[in-house]
């Protein structure tokens, strides 16, 4: 076959593949016949209302000397590992605020970080391509250089997140701007699987955040700069098993409902969006109102145990809003409490009881909140 | 030699050496270059039609399982009763009596021996930390509440040996950050991206640039200033220098 005529085949399949797309989200839109918010206040959901000493700022974790990029929270005893700009994984006891690990990183400009589950090793990744893994029984030495355990190397592009996946200390997942996710062995330092690719259908642009699914590990989300979020099996890497449409900017962060069956995503557009897995639909928007008309890049979500409660870092000095997943408002500004952050919130985590969220910043700080007093929720 | 067919000793002229010329191979023309299959260009368009085919199959696929596939509606009432159906921390059910306030007061007030008791004592002067058995001597220290020492305050600058470093942090007693304790300040590590910083010697922090990149590579969309100390052309995008 000629060049030319492959032209016009690749004419032909373009035009047939956006006739489909449209007839897709023709259909798709038939069956939103309603959203969460609206079945929530027909089946009379009265709001969450929070007083003013009700969410509070229990900690203050000091120590990083930059921005604070990354956080995550073991699944057990309470520790929290940390990344900064400052070039150091801190290991905290959200307990007590004692530091107990300091790592310094052989690449200063790290984007993400993880805790194993086992809670003995952390992953980091970021401007150098790379996955590093720290064993945290390893001796540092004075300025708190810890050896490299095992480097997660094959991106071709800066790593942008990473998590091991759920019970499991060999595997995790990283997203990169190289436009792939990758499923690595950490025992080995192999790619077990690549998620999409130049020629493979996934992502068209770098690839910001993925989530795992707690109650099905075989299953994970992603975000992108290409304007959607994609459902992987990590047993069939071949194609996303799903493509989710409808944010209007980049994807900057996914997270799992706590029902591992639906899923919420933050974009540039300012929007959170919550979707489910199994059908595709969009089941919710949450937007807000005001300061610049709800344009206000999102940075970072986290749910409550319940998933009633939905917490979205701003790219705005502290703005951290807390919204009522069921009827859709905000119920909360975290930026507006008192001891809040004096800058962006960066990241956000809750931990593994649900009963405190992590929050990073800009400020070089990370906050811990939890329930300070009683309420009543009918 | 002479030519046959002209006299002799005749000036030989252009129309006897055409004639010559034409008995002879004809004058090379300069020729356009042959024409090279791309095979590069074929195969990587037949890829990109095959990708598209490919899609077209899935997409077809994805409309048949949407005919079959319950409305938002029924996604909804999932999503809702899973969510009343779950107790959640950050919003319990009311509490009958006063009692449980002081309840949750003495549990803040001792010792948290899990994450169940990250609560805040309600009305009392230890409102935002707990109340920690052993405080560590904050004289002079910066702590918020003058007889609630936080377990971090030693993090805090009443640890730190220098006053002039107010934002230095202090780690398994006290360090700052900073190699150099006289100066330490936050953008210490930041300044070590910067070209100039290969020639100094001693400056507030070892500059020590490691990382050799052998190109810019395109700014990253979370606008990071992507070139390191021996990269020449630093991003154009303003935001680089925002990370």
């Known amino acids: 076959m000629s060049v030319s005529e492959l032209k016009e085949r690749h004419a032909v399949a373009t035009e047939t593949v956006n006739n489909l797309r449209d007839r897709l989200r023709q259909r798709r839109l038939q069956l939103l016949d309603t959203d969460v918010a609206k079945y929530s206040v027909a089946q009379g959901r009265s709001p969450v209302k929070f007083g003013a000493t009700d969410l509070v700022c229990c900690r203050t974790l000091l120590g990083h000397t930059g921005k604070v990029y990354s956080l995550d929270w073991t699944p057990e005893r309470n520790r929290i590992v940390s990344a900064s700009q400052d070039g150091r994984l801190i290991v905290w006891n959200a307990l007590t605020s004692q530091k107990t690990h300091a790592i310094k990183l052989p690449c200063a400009w790290v984007m993400t970080c993880a805790f194993s589950p086992n809670g003995q090793t952390v992953a980091c990744g970021g401007l150098d391509s790379v996955c590093s893994i720290f064993s945290l029984s390893s001796t540092a030495d004075k300025d708190g250089t810890v050896p490299v355990s095992r480097i997660l190397s094959g991106h071709r592009g800066y790593v942008s997140c990473c998590q091991y996946v759920p019970n499991e200390d060999t595997h995790l997942i990283t997203s990169s701007g190289d436009q792939t996710c990758v499923l690595w062995d950490v025992t080995t330092g192999l ?61 900057n962060t996914v997270k799992f409902f706590p029902d591992g069956y639906r899923f919420g995503t933050g974009s540039d557009d300012g929007t959170c969006r919550l979707y489910d897995l199994r059908t595709g639909h969009q089941l919710q928007v949450y937007q807000a109102h005001g300061d610049g008309g709800g344009k206000l890049p999102v940075t970072s979500i986290a749910f409550s145990a319940s998933g009633r409660l939905l917490f979205a870092g701003y790219a705005n000095n502290s703005t951290c809003y807390v919204w009522d997943t069921l009827l859709g408002e905000v119920v909360l500004d975290l930026g507006e409490l008192q001891d809040s952050h004096k800058n962006r919130i960066s990241c956000l985590g809750m931990s593994a009881d649900g009963s405190a969220l992590c929050t990073g910043s800009w400020d070089s700080n990370l906050k811990i909140w939890a329930f300070g007093g009683h309420r009543r929720v009918t | 030699m002479a030519s046959t067919s002209g006299s002799v000793g005749a000036e030989v002229t252009g129309e006897t050496c055409s004639s010559l010329a034409k008995s002879s191979l004809p004058p090379p023309r300069p020729k356009s270059p042959p024409e090279y299959p791309d095979l590069y260009g074929k195969r ?21 399982f949407i005919e079959g596939v319950q409305p938002a509606s029924r996604c909804c009432k999932e999503v809702s009763d899973f969510v009343v159906a779950n107790s959640d921390p950050l919003i319990p059910a009311q509490r009958k009596s006063r009692r449980h306030c002081r309840f949750w007061k003495w549990l803040c007030c001792v010792p948290c021996l899990s994450l169940a008791s990250f609560c805040c004592c309600c009305q009392s002067e230890c409102s935002c930390h707990l109340r920690k058995p052993k405080c560590c001597n904050c004289t002079g220290c910066n702590c918020a509440g ?27 007693g006290c360090c700052c950050w900073c190699p150099d304790l006289s100066c330490c300040i936050p953008t210490c590590f930041r300044s070590c991206s910067r070209p100039s910083c290969l020639n100094k010697k001693s ?9 050799r990149w052998s190109s810019c590579f395109k700014c990253p969309k979370v606008r990071l200033c992507c070139c390191f100390c021996n990269c020449k052309n630093l991003c154009s995008n303003p935001y680089c220098l925002a990370f």
């Open chain 2, 146 to 172: 003058s007889k609630c020492c936080d377990g971090s305050c030693c993090s805090n600058i009443c640890c730190c040996p220098k006053p002039s470093c107010p934002s230095c942090s202090c780690f398994r």
């Open chain 2, 44 to 64: 990587r368009e037949a890829a990109r039609v095959q990708m598209l085919e490919r899609e077209i199959g899935y997409l077809e696929g994805e409309i048949k």
């Open chain 2, 203 to 211: 400056s507030c922090c070892s500059c020590n640039c490691k990382i």
């Open chain 1, 191 to 251: 790619k077990t699987s690549v998620f999409g690719g130049e020629f493979q259908s996934g992502h068209t642009a770098d690839v910001l955040s993925v989530s795992i699914s707690g109650s099905n590990p075989n299953w994970f989300v992603s975000g992108s700069c290409d304007t959607t979020a994609c459902l992987w099996d990590t047993r069939a890497a071949s194609r996303a098993v799903r493509t989710f449409h409808g944010h209007q900017g980049d994807v």
